[in-house]
């Protein structure tokens, strides 16, 4: 069982988190194995973002431990993409840091968009680049905060087609949306229920 | 990586888009014209006073840049993104005190030969005058980018920073000013140390001071 030691996984155990004076959940575990994926559910502001940012390691939890292993790739409201850059320059300074991987721009209809400053693109495009950005990553883990928001029917069937195939390449999704996510295996957790 | 980084920074803190590399030194320029007008044109007092000028209008300059130093790059997550890359905040931050060292000590050094002209100094004031700013900016490129990390996310960090970068650059500034005294050189060598100093500081205190702002 060589294979498994190394294989990226997700382990959270007994769980709080605290933003601010507020306990947002508690007593939150699951655990994530290669090709699975968990969509975090809930109503706006009852810690799906910061459940993510717990397991990407950019906030500690309250109480409890969150494991994982492999690299882990965040997409959130942020595309980290520099502005006043043309989209191409923005992202290959991405691919750059990340080995220089070619993005699948044509499938995310981005080839007309790469002149383009990045602050003149719509909501939906910014979300796409970063979608472009993350596949760049090449990382086991996906971290998608509201990947849909902002993006037309195309788009959505678009990203959920990509995240399907990122799992049954034996990649780990954990998303957060409060709109429905369509992905074959896809386990449901409504964070609602930890509420504190 | 360390080179895509600083190839970013510098493209960033340089390029036509933020138009702000040259606002400093344009400020710079303007205190060593505008001094001659408020205290006379009395060459003697302005070849005696213009070193310390000079100083005071670096420190000065030092403030502008403060707020686009690392505010935009942590609201656009991009801190967040090189920490998932294994890019510690520490190295984030030693690489942006590099870049705006780049792009803010050496135009400064330019902008004093024109500076020290206009304020009459002597061949030998000038040359200390460039020596101690190689020796200072260094330091008050590091001082610039911790103030920046810590008062980045505040609510007008701007001009907190701006008063915090005053009385912790007093050490460069009276290092480097009392360099210009007669028998002062060793005051070269202490805005160096001065200067070290705040380089050796400036990234772990930033880093922590990034993070801090995460949460």
């Known amino acids: 069982m060589q294979g498994a030691d190394t294989a990226a996984r997700i382990v959270a155990d007994d769980l709080a988190c605290r933003r601010g004076d507020r306990v947002l959940f508690r007593g939150l575990s699951f655990t994530l194995q290669p090709g699975e994926a968990l969509q975090v559910s809930g109503a706006n502001g009852v810690g799906k973002s910061s459940l993510l940012r717990l397991v990407a390691g950019l906030a500690r939890p309250f109480t409890g431990t969150i494991r994982h292993r492999g690299t882990i790739g965040l997409v959130d409201e942020r595309p980290a993409l520099d502005p006043e850059l043309p989209l191409a320059a923005a992202l290959a300074f991405w691919t750059r840091l990340d080995g220089g991987a070619s993005l699948p721009l044509e499938a995310l209809g981005l080839t007309d968009l790469l002149d383009v400053p990045v602050r003149y693109l719509s909501t939906g495009q910014r979300k796409r680049a970063a979608m472009a950005r993350l596949i760049g990553q090449d990382a086991a883990i996906w971290l998608l905060d509201e990947p849909l928001n902002g993006l037309d029917t195309d788009a959505v069937r678009l990203v959920e087609a990509l995240t399907a195939a990122h799992c049954a390449a034996g990649g780990i999704a954990l998303i957060a949306s409060h709109q429905p996510f369509t992905l074959a295996g896809l386990t449901q957790l409504a964070l609602a229920d930890y509420a504190a | ?215």
């Open chain 2, 1 to 215: 990586m360390i080179r895509t980084l600083l190839r970013r920074d510098l493209a960033r803190l340089l390029g036509p888009n933020q138009g702000g590399a040259m606002l400093p030194v344009l400020f710079f320029l303007a205190v060593a014209v505008i001094y001659p007008f408020a205290v006379g044109a009395d060459a003697a007092l302005l070849a005696r006073t213009g070193g310390g000028v000079i100083w005071v209008a670096a420190l000065l300059a030092a403030i502008l840049p403060l707020d686009r130093l690392i505010e935009p790059d942590l609201e656009r997550g991009l801190f967040d993104q090189w920490a998932l890359r294994g890019i510690s905040e520490e190295a984030a931050v030693a690489v942006r005190v590099l870049s705006h060292w780049l792009s803010f000590g050496p135009p400064l050094m330019l902008a004093a030969l024109p500076a020290g002209a206009l304020l009459g100094l002597s061949g030998t004031s000038l040359r200390t005058v460039e020596l101690g700013l190689l020796a200072g900016t260094p330091g008050l490129a590091a001082l610039s980018v911790t103030v920046a990390a810590i008062t980045a996310g505040l609510r007008g960090g701007a001009a907190l920073g701006g008063l915090l970068i005053i009385p912790l650059g007093v050490p460069l500034l009276i290092f480097g000013a009392g360099s210009l005294s007669a028998g002062g050189e060793s005051g070269l060598a202490l805005t160096a140390a001065v200067s070290m100093v705040l380089m050796a500081i400036a990234p772990f205190a930033g880093g922590a001071a990034v993070r801090g702002a995460r949460s």
